[in-house]
């Protein structure tokens, strides 16, 4: 049997697991899991020594190279008992959980029992004439001390179970901390491409009327791109560090334009996406042009130098989607309109209605 971990070793596992896995780009699905679990757990110094070598000096695994690293050095465990035990870890927290709480309700259904038991043997002696060899007093101290024994017993049992049930909380509240970090882009803290395609698919699944939002009369989602212009040559001649506040700086604007209801996302290294799900092509418009002239109006100076930095612009498409078509297309016709900005001497808009395309 592969793995031969008890609960407690194998919750230290998941919990070493965890904060590895949300710092790579791919995906936290069951076999990014079994990769990162073999490795933590110390069975299989093979796929240790790949992993580190791939992730040394602060690079992060993605998609490819965690399955490569699964087909190499795990594959004999096939794919669907990896999700099986992704979906069972999930099972087995909640089952513990309610295991926990009920052992915890009879031992004090237990423990009310003992007691009524000694006041009813008290009682009934007390009825009883009893003889010199039938002593009450002796019985009875005899029952206290053993309700006494059970008590302290169970008492123990009872830590055991609330520390278990501790225990099971801390894991929860750290799985769904995982699940968050990764959907989130850790430079700039905006939402990551994970989760901006996941919102996007709701979207289309959403839509289905001509020109509204399901059975809501609303306007159709609108999709703006942005990709900031000679993004290379910022970080050519200013470092990735600074590069890296220029993405930073960018985000923290694009997130002080969007609505409330509206995703602000960072879908590649110097590319960003906002979906307003509710929006006038024309509101959409005025955003991203909001977007583009906050951004080219602003001015960031590199720590090593007073000298001020040529001002940083940036490209933007504006589409909205089209009844029927599917996130792909609603998204490729967004790109169309961004690289027509960068064709048309970056730093515009450009808006790419769905009878244009």
């Known amino acids: 049997m592969r793995y031969q971990d008890s609960m407690s070793r194998s919750a230290e596992h998941l919990r070493a697991a965890l904060p590895l896995m949300t710092r790579q780009r791919a995906a936290l699905h069951p076999v990014s899991y079994a990769v990162w679990y073999e490795h933590v757990s110390g069975i299989n ?5 790949a992993l580190k070598k791939l992730t040394q000096e602060g690079r992060s695994l993605d998609e490819t190279q965690t399955w490569q690293l699964y087909d190499t050095h795990v594959s004999d465990f096939n794919p669907k ?3 099986t035990i992704g979906d069972g870890m999930a099972r087995v927290l909640d089952g513990l959980s309610a295991s926990t709480a009920q052992a915890g309700q009879h031992t004090a259904g237990f423990e009310a029992s003992l007691q009524r038991w000694v006041q009813e043997v008290l009682a009934d002696a007390a009825l009883r004439p009893q003889s010199a060899e039938q002593d009450p007093a002796g019985v009875v101290r005899e029952l206290l001390d053993s309700t006494r024994e059970v008590r302290a017993s169970l008492q123990q049992l009872q830590g055991r179970l609330d520390s278990s049930q501790n225990e099971i909380r801390l894991l929860r509240a750290e799985v769904q901390k ?3 970090d990764a959907l989130v882009d850790a430079l700039t803290g ?3 491409r994970r989760a901006f395609e996941q919102q996007l698919s709701q979207c289309t699944a959403s839509h289905r009327g001509p020109g509204t939002a399901a059975g809501a009369g609303q306007p159709a989602p609108c999709l703006v791109l942005g990709d900031i212009d ?3 040559r ?3 001649s200013f470092g990735h560090l600074f590069g890296d506040h220029v993405l930073r700086a960018v985000a923290q604007t694009l997130k002080g334009v969007a609505a409330h209801d509206s995703l602000p996302a960072r879908v590649g290294g110097e590319e960003f996406a906002l979906l307003l799900p509710r929006a006038q092509l024309a509101e959409a418009e005025s955003v991203a042009e909001q977007m583009r002239a906050s951004v080219a109006a602003s001015r960031i100076r590199p720590a090593q130098t007073q000298a001020a930095l040529e001002r940083i612009t ?4 504006v589409t909205q989607m089209h009844p029927g078509e599917s996130a792909n297309d609603f998204f490729a016709r967004a790109d169309r309109a961004l690289y027509a900005s960068k064709r048309c001497g970056r730093n515009c808009v450009t808006v790419l209605s769905a009878q244009a395309a």
């Open 230 to 232: 000679f993004f290379k």
């Open 234 to 236: 910022v970080n050519d």
């Open 81 to 83: 008992t990896a999700q």
């Open 178 to 180: 995982a699940r968050a």
């Open 190 to 192: 905006l939402a990551n």
């Open 45 to 49: 110094p093979p796929l240790s020594r």
């Open 314 to 317: 940036i490209s933007m498409g």
